[in-house]
């Protein structure tokens, strides 16, 4: 075991862990904010930098600071190690500067968008990006395509994490979407048209941080504060059964695999909880489904605060006054 | 006159085919490594000669290869850097073009160093051309028993091939080259791990510039010691320098390094002053992602000594008032020329080779090329400068592979020194559309 | 248009000579590592089947490598050498990068573009001859101008040099077709 002080804290962990993963372990608010890292996913982290934090100590061994801020999702920890996240002004500055980089090219088309109130760059700009924007020129865009008869892609949306190429590449064998040209032309397609089908495509959606992969089943039907998540299971040969329904009143709306409170994937047993294509586009009936109970949403997100498992005490102050 | 080590026997008339390049010296380094030195010497013989990597970063190649890890029972590579594309930069080309035998006998003594038994040659596409040359001096060396098995009797096997890219100054960082040489886009790893560790095929790598690995040659025909007293302290050996702009006579040159900056460009074994009489305005020494000099630091530093080429001298002042030696990239601007024209077209080049994997650089290049179009076309104004310099700023340091940094330095010195040719552009912007700063008594094309 | 018709005709399977010249450069490295061939099989590619990548071109690389045609569409959109669109019988590639640009290159492409009346670089004279493209440094720094029209490199321009090129590669498409 080694030992690591983050933000002031100190923890002891395996050799091997990352900065982000040490934090994630004393958890709260000094986690550094991740677009592109998913624990599940090998090969993702290093690519939108919003995770980078100042190695005030690198080692008992080695205690000179390190010149340039790190990326914590892919940096080990050496013992000795201090790390400032939000404790380091130089972190703040730069981190606001990547918000604005992801942004200057994002349509900022919230109020038509279907991830907005569970997006990771909505509340990343929220907590970390600076008020206004300094880009005066024109934004690079594409057309929205379908990719697969489920899912829609919204490009201009997209800020290449890559997620979604890595998924495919640990579900499937059949890789047939990928990113294509370079630069700030680099796009998510097919390149021709082509059916993005194996049975695990779905997922996709889940990965991505922003609103550029939506469920094409479920897209414009309801803002997602005014559904009801509930943990649900059913019988399915070919994934784990487990998954979250989105509700309105009696209405499935929506299925999405279990997220934890960084967004991820529920991991059980070392493996994480996929779910397949049918399950999330075809069972859209209630009675598919095993309903568990109120699911408990913790990220700085809209959606948390609906708090729908709990009785609404604004509820009963209303019923107070009537 | 100076020393030549790689250019010796430029003139010589067929050198470029096997029994020529052989009649003047040419494999003997081969011979004298596999027959009288073990591979640990030839590493020890490189590190000893102080060379620095030719190919821009300077890091030292000795230690470099001191770097590489052996584990039992997996394959070690060397592979050549053969993608030049840092603008300015044509050095190596020249040498493979007229020197393709001495390509492949470096590459032979530095793989017997490193333990390799099969290298590559990984060479920009678009020097297509150069391929057929190396691929024809590399079937000769076959024929004559330098490359396949046991090598002089040695017991030492190795086979070399070469492989083209496809269009992509990226790859010529040594872990976008090494995705590029494994099939894919050629986007950087992160590091660590490092090449030396997990590089080609996850195996360990040396990944060397093609002067660097031509500079073993001499190295060790002569003995470091001897090479040692080539040079400066600090850098020792010859260095090519391709020297390109407004000049009279551009062209590839070997200098000892130590070589006054003065000489270089007005001597008559070189430059020979500045084309069609004008005046020195600015130079870029090392390749388009140093910083530019103005006239006024470029035969002398900012303390009023004499600039040599050197790595130390031509980097003397820091970023402040000094730039880099670079990959010997060396471009002069005569008085005619417009800065903001120049670094609009450098930040085009970056956003256009930018491989796009992390945000700062992805978005922060193409950013900063369409403030810089609008500033060198009439349309921008003051807050633009600060802006830039503000985005170059954040993207430097922050990016995964060292492009963002190249990207980021040519536009910061830019405004460093000719702050007043923008602010010119903002002021004068109906003729800022016209060509520039400098040349308005004739205003030529219209953007 | 001609261009087109031959386009067409151009298409997969290579020829045995081309295959085995393939599988020679598949054998340069070690086995399972094939993938590691796509660039040099794609400028073949490119070469034999009428100057350009088409998916039928790109999807049977894909399956010559035996990787998926998305590895290969990844990879020929990320190198700027690859054509995705056909083009005209010759491609000149102007190189537009600072060295060439303070020795004029700005200049040569707007003679190129003019005598070839087209509007923008990427475009394709009426006659389907010549693609003008622009490069970025093409490592010719001090013999500029210069453009590189397939593998060769002609450097140190001036319009009437331009001119002399495009009567040299008209009268060699002539003499190939007369040939045929």
Not at chain 1, 106 to 118: F, I, S, T
Not at chain 1, 266 to 295: A, L, M, T
Request: hydrophobic share 35%; charged share 25%.
């Amino acid at each position: 075991m080694i030992k690591v002080t983050i933000d002031d804290i100190e923890i002891e962990v395996a050799e091997g862990t990352t900065i982000m993963n040490a934090a994630r372990m004393i958890g709260g608010d000094i986690v550094p904010p991740a677009m592109c890292y998913y624990s599940s996913l090998p090969g993702t982290g290093g690519k939108c930098r919003t995770c980078l934090v100042e190695i005030a100590a690198g080692s008992t061994k080695d205690p000179r600071p390190m010149p340039k801020l790190m990326v914590s999702c892919s940096t080990t920890v050496q013992d000795g190690m201090i790390v400032k996240n939000r404790t380091s002004e130089k972190v703040i500055e730069n981190r606001a500067a990547v918000v604005e980089f992801l942004l200057i090219n994002h349509p900022l088309d919230c109020p038509v968008c279907d991830q907005a109130g569970e997006c990771d760059l909505q509340d990343l700009g929220f907590s970390h990006g600076k008020e206004g924007s300094r880009y005066e020129e024109e934004k690079r865009t594409f057309e929205p395509i379908d990719i697969g008869e489920n899912i829609k892609l919204h490009m201009n949306r997209c800020i290449l994490c890559y997620r979604c190429v890595h998924v495919a590449n640990e579900l499937t064998d059949q890789r047939v979407h990928g990113a294509l040209h370079r630069g700030d032309h680099t796009e998510i397609s097919t390149y021709i048209e082509k059916a993005v089908d194996n049975e695990f495509s779905g997922n996709m959606i889940d990965v991505c941080p922003v609103g550029a992969l939506t469920d094409k089943s479920s897209r414009f039907k309801s803002r997602i504060w005014f559904l009801n998540p509930m943990n649900a299971s059913c019988e399915c040969k070919k994934c784990s059964g487990k998954a979250v329904v989105w509700m309105f009143g009696k209405q499935v709306y929506r299925v999405s695999v279990r997220q934890d409170k960084y967004g991820e994937v529920e991991v059980e047993d070392g493996k994480p909880n996929w779910i397949c294509n049918e399950c999330r586009f075809d069972k859209k009936d209630v009675s598919n489904w095993n309903i568990e109970g109120p699911r408990h949403i913790d990220r700085h997100s809209v959606i948390s605060q609906g708090h729908y498992e709990k009785p609404n005490p604004l509820k009963n102050a209303t019923k107070n006054i009537e | 006159m100076g020393r030549k080590l790689l250019l010796e026997h430029i003139d010589v008339s067929g050198i470029e085919t096997y029994d020529v390049y052989r009649n003047h010296g040419g494999y003997k380094s081969v011979e004298k490594a596999l027959k009288t030195m073990s591979a640990q010497e030839v590493v020890e013989e490189v590190q000893k000669s102080a060379l620095r990597g030719r190919g821009g970063a300077g890091f030292p190649t000795g230690m470099k290869w001191s770097f590489l890890a052996k584990p039992e029972g997996v394959p070690r590579y060397l592979v050549c850097n053969a993608d030049e594309s840092e603008p300015g930069t044509f050095k190596d080309r020249f040498l493979m073009e007229k020197l393709p035998h001495l390509m492949v006998e470096g590459m032979i003594t530095s793989s017997y160093a490193l333990g390799a038994n099969t290298a590559y040659i990984y060479i920009r596409g678009e020097y297509m051309f150069v391929l057929d040359i190396l691929e024809k001096a590399i079937a000769e060396a076959y024929a004559k028993g330098w490359l396949g098995k046991n090598i002089l009797g040695s017991g030492y096997d190795l086979d070399l091939h070469v492989a083209p890219g496809g269009g992509a100054y990226i790859c010529g960082e040594e872990t976008a080259l090494l995705e590029s040489l494994e099939g894919k886009r050629g986007n950087p790893r992160m590091k660590p791990p490092f090449p030396a560790v997990k590089g080609l095929y996850g195996c360990p790598t040396v990944v060397n510039n093609v002067e660097s690995i031509c500079a073993v040659v001499p190295i060790i025909n002569i003995g470091a010691d001897e090479y040692l007293k080539i040079g400066t302290e600090k850098s020792s050996g010859t260095k090519l320098i391709s020297a390109c702009g407004n000049i009279a006579r551009p062209g590839v040159y070997e200098i000892e390094l130590g070589l006054s900056v003065e000489d270089f460009i007005y001597g008559d074994e070189w430059c020979r002053g500045i084309a069609n009489g004008k005046k020195l305005k600015a130079l870029i020494p090392g390749g388009s992602s140093v910083p530019i000099l103005p006239a006024h630091l470029i035969t002398s530093t900012a303390a009023g000594e004499r600039r040599y080429m050197s790595y130390e001298s031509l980097s003397d002042g820091g970023f402040a008032s000094g730039s880099m030696l670079g990959s010997g990239g060396f471009i002069v601007f005569d008085e005619d020329q417009c800065i903001v024209r120049n670094t609009w077209n450098f930040a085009r080049f970056y956003a256009h080779e930018s491989c796009g994997q992390c945000s700062p650089c992805r978005e922060g290049t193409s950013w900063m090329e369409k403030v810089l179009h609008r500033l060198e076309t009439g349309k921008g104004n003051m807050r633009d400068i600060d802006l830039l310099a503000e985005i170059n700023k954040k993207i430097e340091g922050n990016t995964i592979c060292p492009l963002g940094d190249a990207a980021a330095w040519p536009v910061a010195a830019a405004i460093r020194h000719f702050r007043e040719e923008f602010e010119w552009h903002v002021t004068h912007p109906n003729d800022a559309i016209t060509r520039n700063y400098g040349m308005l008594k004739t205003p030529s094309i219209t953007l | 248009m001609i261009s087109t018709l031959e386009t067409q005709a151009k298409r997969p399977p290579f020829s045995p000579e081309k295959l085995t010249e393939v599988q020679g450069v598949i054998k340069q490295f070690p086995e399972g590592k094939q993938k590691s061939a796509i660039l040099r099989v794609l400028h073949i590619a490119e070469e034999e089947f009428g100057g350009w990548l088409s998916p039928e071109t790109m999807d049977y690389v894909a399956e010559l490598l035996d990787i998926q045609s998305i590895e290969v569409y990844e990879v020929a959109t990320f190198y700027t050498m690859f054509n995705l669109k056909p083009t005209g019988k010759f491609v000149f590639e102007v190189c537009r990068t600072g060295p060439c640009m303070l020795v004029g290159s700005d200049e040569i492409i707007d003679y190129i573009k003019s005598k070839l009346g087209i509007s923008a670089v990427g475009e394709t004279s009426a006659d389907g001859m010549f693609t003008l493209k622009t490069a970025e440094c093409l490592g010719a720094c001090g013999y500029g101008p210069m453009l590189q029209c397939g593998k060769v490199y002609h450097e140190h321009l001036t319009p009437a040099k331009v001119d002399e090129l495009m009567d040299h590669y008209r009268a060699k498409y002539s003499s190939s077709i007369n040939q045929n």
